[in-house]
């Protein structure tokens, strides 16, 4: 018997066992073990029904994503899972934890499912450019209907035990905690009551008589939400023909599209940012068993929009959270506003009456640091100005424990200079949340000089817990992802001002994948926020303050963006579509005639690459100075914090994609064209495409 899959027998009941950690992928050993197990149960006359269940934290997570991209062994999945359907013995699924992908597919060939009340269950495979290629696209339209398995397919989230009950995807839901117990409940029930194999694929009342235009229904909507998107338009594909076909034909479309996907690069693509997300939490040279502190009460300092948002991101995961102001009426604000935004959520649907009261009363406000004593954690989230924040953490030095952890959301601002207002920089850390913070999943953690390893250990595993993306970037200006946005929108600025449009500009990155474009971002980001900090460097005579612009111009009508309205696009009052404004288009031509530029046709492509090889110069710039640890870590930056489009793996990934001699070359010829620093290729990124290598080399 293999290894990872075992077979005993309780009573007259033959129990599959997968045990394969962490997740009980189902790879070629527990498709093996599968396989031969199921074997052992069709032979063993003493076992009467079957009943597969999974050790360990949760049932079959999916097909084992770390062999896509080789070549498949037998015996493949789809086939294991056809003996099951098959089998002349009825089969009980016993579900906890998550039955995901390959491995609901498994359970969906079962004659009968039961999940524990905690359990979920999806096919995700939407989420990694695929389609669920083992029979899935095919039995779950059988057993719920084809509109519901393609909302299932197509969104790739999981439904809990309850919605997959009232789905008909599982015959029964149990109020125990042991999926073992409640399979062998059900079994025991099947064989009181004589139950027969019930094979999914024999099944049809649930695919017969539908409405002709439901699959056209799902591409319309698709040619407007999905438009770059592969593997969806090939999910609706393969349940119409789960619908128009017979079983085994099904199954062999359903294959044939999947493998349409695993060769896309949009899989290559997302499967890269499906491991990022995970690998950056792996932190070179600092062992997965470095001690962490303990961390069970957190204050934040400053009640405006960010701290209020960090406050959220705690209270959300079960802290107590202390939220200091020193104006009271800030304060007051503050929490009103973090009782609006739970209030809001709670009519959408998101949060129960009670979540959103429970949340509330973790959330405790103070307006004196003497409350702080035995935070185990401080986040301060105050303005952004050196003196202010040397101040608070002069402040709390004075004031908490030893061995709490001082972190700084400064987004700017020397973490060493903040540290050094201390007696303990050893204890301090920058904590850079992206606003909305409670929204946001990316949280550059920042190490400063002297920062100690145990308080690494601790704010990345924090990050975990609050359900955000940490990643552990190094101190300079803008850290990873602001400095590498600060070269995109420096050159989405020169491409306006050599004759692009923002419109233009902005498509032409939405058409790459972002979500919104420089301009339409900066408008939801707020005008202001960056010509007050220009401003401040003018005043200060700093020599490299960019000279006033229309930007700045616009930020002086007091057109700050979304918020009021009108910015570098209006907005019709509480709308957020950007309309091109041509009052906007009158600043621009004037600028550029005050600067005696004359505008040129400019094409999508010189913007594309323009704005996306800016951001590859910069990050390997970043990489070569060790502010990023890996390729991986900007990746994964970008992808969390600034909608990098997933399909295309993360910018460096993308970069190796391209291929670094064509990227070098063009950097190379900007530089010859535009000269500035910014145009210099980095010498990283000049040796890797001269040695014909990429980043994933490194
Ligand atoms: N294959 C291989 N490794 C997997 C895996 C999978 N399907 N799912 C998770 N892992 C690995 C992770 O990479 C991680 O490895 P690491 O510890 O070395 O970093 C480890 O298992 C634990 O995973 P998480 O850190 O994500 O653990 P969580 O408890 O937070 O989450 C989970 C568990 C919800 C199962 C989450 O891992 C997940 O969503 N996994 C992917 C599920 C998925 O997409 N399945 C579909 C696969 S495609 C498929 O089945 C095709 C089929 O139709 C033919």
């Not at 597919?105 to 009968?112: R, S």
């Not at 402040?395 to 201390?422: Q, Y």
Request: neutral net charge; proline residues 5%; contains cysteine.
């Amino acid at each position: 018997m293999s290894s990872v899959v075992s077979y005993r027998r309780v009573g007259r009941v033959g129990v599959i066992t997968v045990d394969y950690p962490p997740v009980n992928a189902v790879g070629v050993g527990v498709r093996n073990g599968l396989r031969s197990a199921l074997d052992a149960g069709l032979a063993d006359a003493g076992a009467d029904i079957l009943l597969l269940t999974a050790a360990g934290r949760t049932f079959m997570a999916g097909a084992d994503i770390k062999e896509f991209g080789k070549p498949s062994q037998p015996p493949i999945l789809p086939e294991v899972i056809a003996a099951f359907d098959a089998s002349a013995k009825p089969i009980v699924a016993a579900i906890h934890g998550t039955a995901l992908g390959g491995g609901l597919e498994v359970a969906l060939a079962c004659h009968f499912r039961v999940a524990l009340r905690s359990a979920k269950l999806g096919l995700p495979e939407v989420k990694l450019g695929l389609l669920p290629g083992a029979g899935g696209t095919q039995r779950l339209p059988r057993l719920i209907g084809p509109a519901k398995a393609l909302d299932m397919i197509l969104s790739g989230d999981p439904v809990t035990a309850a919605t997959a009950l009232e789905l008909g995807l599982i015959d029964t839901v149990d109020d125990g905690d042991s999926a073992l117990d409640a399979g062998l409940r059900l079994a025991e029930r099947a064989l009181a009551e004589g139950w027969a194999p019930r094979p999914t694929s024999a099944r049809t009342d649930k695919i017969t008589n539908i409405d002709p235009d439901l699959f056209a229904g799902y591409r319309a909507t698709l040619a407007k939400r999905a438009r770059h998107l592969f593997s969806p338009h090939r999910c609706v594909d393969a349940v119409e023909a789960a619908v128009a076909l017979p079983f085994a034909d099904g199954v062999a479309r359903e294959r044939e599209l999947f493998f349409a996907c695993m060769e896309s690069p949009q899989r290559a693509g997302l499967i890269h940012s499906f491991f990022a997300e995970r690998e950056v939490a792996k932190i070179p040279g600092l062992p997965a068993d470095t001690p962490k502190r303990d961390v069970r009460s957190v204050a934040v300092i400053g009640a405006g929009t960010m701290g209020g948002g960090i406050a959220m991101c705690f209270a959300n995961a079960g802290f107590p959270v202390q939220l200091l102001d020193t104006a009271a009426e800030a304060l007051e604000r503050g929490v009103q506003a973090i009782r609006r935004n739970y209030e809001a959520s709670a009519k959408k649907g998101k949060l129960t009456d009670a979540q959103v009261e429970s949340r509330m009363a973790l959330i405790r406000p103070t307006l004196s640091y003497d409350d702080l004593a035995d935070a185990d954690l401080v986040i301060e989230a105050a303005f952004e100005n050196m003196e202010i924040k040397r101040r608070i953490f002069a402040e709390l030095d004075r004031v908490c424990k030893p061995g709490a952890i001082l972190a700084t959301n400064t987004s700017t601002l020397d973490v060493n200079a903040i540290a050094a207002a201390t007696c303990r920089p050893q204890d301090v850390v920058g904590m850079h949340f992206f606003s909305p913070a409670n929204v946001m999943r990316l949280l550059e953690n920042v190490r400063g000089a002297q920062t100690a390893d145990d308080v690494l250990a601790t704010v990345m595993d924090l990050a975990r817990r609050i359900g955000k993306v940490g990643v552990l970037v190094g101190v300079c200006y803008g850290f990873v992802g602001n400095r590498i946005l600060h070269q995109r929108g420096r050159e989405s600025m020169a491409l306006v001002e050599e004759g692009a449009s923002p419109q233009q500009a902005d498509r032409v990155l939405t058409e790459f994948g972002f979500p919104l474009g420089h301009f339409a971002m900066t408008d939801l980001a707020g005008i202001d926020v960056g010509w007050r900090i220009r401003e401040e460097r003018r005043k200060s005579g700093d020599p490299d303050a960019q000279a006033v612009n229309w930007l700045d111009a616009l930020a002086e009508q007091g057109r700050y963006g979304q918020k009021t309205s009108a910015g570098i696009y209006r907005y019709e009052p509480g709308s957020r579509v950007a309309i091109p404004d041509p009052a906007v288009d009158a600043l621009i031509s004037a600028d550029r005639a005050k600067r005696g530029l004359v505008p040129r046709d400019v094409s999508d492509d010189e913007i594309r690459d323009r704005c996306l090889y800016a951001m590859v110069n910069e990050a390997a710039k970043i990489l070569d100075e060790g502010i990023a640890a890996r390729p991986v870590d900007v990746d994964a930056i970008w992808l969390h914090g600034y909608g990098f489009p997933a399909h295309r793996g993360g910018l460096l990934f993308w970069a190796d994609q391209v291929g670094l001699p064509v990227i070098a070359k063009a950097i190379d010829g900007y530089h010859a064209r535009f000269g500035g620093s910014h145009w210099e290729l980095s010498p990283l990124l000049r040796r890797l495409a001269q040695e014909g290598r990429g980043f994933r080399d490194l």
